[in-house]
């Protein structure tokens, strides 16, 4: 025998008024001045808000040709874009990085929730798998952001084996001298992650038998929460609040044995 079932949520919001105020911010307490969330008539709520970045600067001449970049090493001599620095998108095209680049770069709430589970029974033999999965949800990786203010701490894997180390070798992420540089720690597209996920949830695997025709007995094997599969780089993507990400520590996965006698 099989069972088969599945469930699905779906959720679209958007902020119909706030009064006077043309928005207001917020975020993660200790981050939310660099790194904001916004509400704003017409947006989904707590949006996170920052620039859009469309690649890594692989060498001076592309820095030269490129007006923000170049008109921002004028002004700033002494701390100045290099190759493996961010590429920020100038979204009115004035040739400087400033409160009209920053767009909205999604926001923490699932626009899909679903579930699914299977069970079948094979002579002594039954086994369940349950799944359950968001998709449409973003994280803001505040762990990769902390290296702001705190350039000793450690990152992950795929921060520090992905850096650019010379021309055409990332165009994803910056430098290991620009990974604390100012310029590229600000609030961006760089730091917002999908937080999509599929996990299992729960698998079981029963053996039943008689000791005596009146004495049933079940054997079973448990795993709880063995796997999750997501693109997200932090410990785990089911991170709570705002969907900001500071050093959350994932669930843990629990295995067991039962036995279960009746008489």
Do not use: C
Request: aromatic share 14%.
């Amino acid at each position: 025998g099989y069972a088969i079932g599945a469930n699905m949520a779906t959720l679209k919001n958007r902020v119909l008024d706030i009064g006077a105020l043309p928005n207001i911010m917020s975020g993660f307490p200790e981050w939310s001045a660099e790194f904001p969330a916004r509400i704003e008539v017409n947006q989904p709520i707590n949006y996170y808000y920052g620039y859009q970045v469309e690649g890594v600067y692989q060498n001076q001449a592309e820095i030269s040709a490129d007006p923000l970049a170049s008109k921002y090493n004028q002004q700033n001599p002494n701390a100045p874009i290099l190759p493996g620095y961010l590429k920020y998108k100038d979204q009115n095209g004035n040739g400087e990085l400033d409160e009209a680049d920053r767009v909205n770069l999604g926001n923490y709430m699932p626009t899909v929730t679903y579930g699914f589970n299977l069970g079948m029974n094979y002579q002594r033999f039954d086994l369940s798998v349950a799944f359950q999965g968001v998709a449409g949800n973003k994280i803001h990786n505040l762990n990769r952001a902390m290296r702001r203010k705190y350039p000793q701490m450690n990152a992950d894997a795929a921060f520090m084996e992905g850096l650019w180390r010379g021309e055409g070798t990332s165009n994803t992420y910056p430098s290991a001298s620009g990974s604390v540089a100012a310029w590229n720690l600000q609030a961006s597209s760089f730091f917002v992650e999908s937080g999509a996920y599929l996990r299992i949830q729960n698998i079981q695997l029963g053996y039943n038998f008689n000791i005596t025709p009146t004495i049933p007995v079940r054997v079973y094997a448990t795993a709880d929460r063995p796997a999750i599969f997501t693109r997200y780089n932090g410990f785990t993507p089911e991170v709570s609040g705002m969907g900001f990400d500071n050093n959350v520590y994932p669930i843990a996965s629990t295995y067991s044995l039962g036995l279960n006698i009746s008489f």
